[in-house]
């Protein structure tokens, strides 16, 4: 699992760089480009998965009764 990921403007943020607490996906994406962002769009995995597909995906599989096994 690939615990990386990258705003669009591809600037990459690592777990542990920044020590932060946003409440949404939104007001980090607006605290890292400095306007006002949609964070389910603009946050993705280096493979270009948008948060909002992931989460839907993750969603899917927990209606499936499966497990999110591969982000990439």
Known sequence: MNNI???SKG????PGTLHVLFSSPS???GFVTGSS???????????GVML?????RSA???VAGSEVSDLR
Not at 37 to 47: F, I, P
Not at 52 to 56: F, G, I, P, S, Y
């Open 37 to 47: 962002v949609n964070g389910m769009e603009a946050w993705t995995t280096l493979g």
């Open 27 to 29: 007001g980090a994406a």
């Open 5 to 7: 990921l990258s705003n």
């Open 52 to 56: 909002k597909d992931l989460e839907a």
């Open 60 to 62: 899917a599989d927990v």
């Open 11 to 14: 600037s990459g943020i690592t």
